[in-house]
Each structure stands twice: as C-alpha cells, then as structure tokens.
C-alpha cells in the first residue's frame, strides 16, 4: 500500500462528517453547482471543508466534481455542503430543467421577427 492510501485511509468519512449520514437541511443532486464565497473567513473550518473552499473558489463546480476533487464518497461530501450552505461558505444552485428551457421554435420566432422590425 503507497503511502498516498494509506494516509488516505486514516480518517474515515463518519469522523469527517461527526458522525451524521446526511446534510443537516440541504439536499443536493449529483450536478447541483456549488459556488464559494470569497468573502468568508476558512478559520475554524476542518481540514475537508477549508479544501472544498480552496476548490470552489476557482468556480462553479458541480457536487459530483467536488467528490472527485476531494477524493471523497458523494455522501460525505454532501454533509459538507450542507454545514458550508448553513454557515454562509458557500451558495448552490440547481441547473436549469431542460423542460423549463423554452422551446427553440419559439426563440428562432422572436428572433425573426426582431430581425424584421430592425
């Protein structure tokens, strides 16, 4: 076993999360976006929430990408999220629906008759 994994291995994810299952009042999808703020404080946060900060100020990125990132399971990293939502670190948003974008006849329409009047 390399080192790398063996370090890894130490700390297991219900040390990582105290010991809860699941983020306190937040839900998320695997491509729900999570964006940083830049400017709230890192003291005070444990080591895998102050990496997730460092990450997510580079840009929006969704969950999944964040647990790839870290390197750790969906699940904890969704308890972080959840205790980051709640003390203002971060803000998340959930893509748009594909059955909420508009139609692309309805666009191509506007569009011709805003190119007509001008």
Known sequence: MTPARRERGLV???V????R???????FDLVTL????????L???S???RRLMELCLGGALS????SGYLQLPVSVTKVLLGDLVDSGHITTRSP???ADLPDIQLLQEVLDGLRARL
Do not use: F, Q
């Open 34 to 41: 999570v964006m940083a703020h830049t400017d709230r404080p």
């Open 96 to 98: 748009i629906p594909t």
């Open 16 to 19: 990582v999360t105290d010991g």
């Open 47 to 49: 080591p895998e929430k």
């Open 12 to 14: 297991r994810p219900y």
């Open 21 to 27: 299952a699941y983020p306190t009042r937040n839900t």
């Open 63 to 66: 969950v999944a990408e964040v």
């Open 43 to 45: 003291a005070g946060l």
